[in-house]
């Protein structure tokens, strides 16, 4: 009996020791030093709003924004909202926080994504279960769509009630943005100028939302793309140009073959940059 309890402690510490040398992620900071989870977590506390950029099929991204979420609220007010709900399914939304309707009624009114069952659900449903406000702050795909095809003066056509789940009429743009000439490099051949005015409008439009449901004393944590808050625009340039006041703070995801050192061209890309194995199982 001893001598079997000596082996499954030996067991056991080989297991420790292994998970120990094999970590699936590490957090670094903008200058590429790493950070522990306790220390990012005390700076995200004390700021005002949060855009926790993810890579959409990535678990650890999904995993870290449900526990930095249950963390703060131990210790902030909290507000959430996210790119993965559209605007004008906000009242949607609304009843399903309340109990009104049930997952199945919210799947079939709304528009969900095909990962929202397993990605996004854990969050909205902790939003629900401690009465959280939770925003959907994405213009509605049909108008980006419209912005791809024709550009930003289609949407002065739009009726009165369409205006009201997009950002504010005339959207400002710089085309100079590192993020949006970087869009033309990466698509190539398939690139326009349209195709960055629709993604300007999808930044414009998210943080119009975060703004206009945002309350002072509260912390309102968004969840997007990565893309969407790298390099410190896209949604951040629009939520400065209106409240340079507020104190803000950027997560990014990124993905690499060895995670000891952060790659160079991963600096910079946020205050926090979770990086992580590219061996990673993704969700889809």
Not at 199 to 226: E, P, S, W
Request: aromatic share 12%; proline share 4%.
């Amino acid at each position: 009996m001893k001598k079997i309890l000596i082996i499954l402690i030996l067991q056991l510490f080989a297991i420790t020791a292994f998970s120990q040398n094999k970590p699936s992620y590490v957090i670094y900071n903008a200058k590429g030093k790493k950070n522990s989870y306790k220390k990012m977590l005390k700076t995200l506390a004390d700021k005002d709003i949060i855009l926790f950029g993810e890579l959409h099929n990535n678990p650890i991204s999904h995993w870290l924004q449900y526990e930095v979420t249950s963390d703060l609220n131990n210790s902030r007010l909290l507000i959430l909202g996210a790119e993965m709900l559209e605007a004008d399914n906000q009242k949607v939304l609304n009843d399903y926080l309340k109990g009104d309707i049930n997952h199945n009624e919210l799947d079939s009114l709304a528009r969900l994504w095909p990962n929202y069952k397993t990605d996004y659900a854990p969050l909205v449903d902790f939003a629900k279960d401690k009465q959280l406000p939770f925003i959907a702050t994405n213009i509605p795909r049909r108008y980006a769509n419209l912005v791809y095809k024709n550009g930003f003066e289609i949407l002065d056509s739009l009726s009165i009630e369409e205006k009201e789940w997009i950002a504010p009429l005339p959207i400002p743009f710089d085309s100079e943005l590192v993020t949006y000439k970087n869009i033309l490099k990466m698509m190539g051949n398939h690139g326009s100028p349209q195709l960055v005015k629709a993604q300007a409008t999808k930044d414009a439009t998210m943080a119009y939302f975060v703004l206009k449901n945002y309350k002072k004393g509260h912390l309102f944590l968004h969840f997007n793309g990565a893309y969407h808050s790298d390099g410190y625009e896209g949604i951040l340039w629009y939520l400065k140009r209106e409240r340079n006041n507020l104190r803000y703070a950027t997560i990014s995801t990124v993905s690499q073959k060895n995670i000891k050192k952060l790659l160079q061209e991963n600096h910079n890309k946020a205050d926090f940059i979770i990086c992580v194995d590219s061996n990673m199982t993704n969700t889809y």
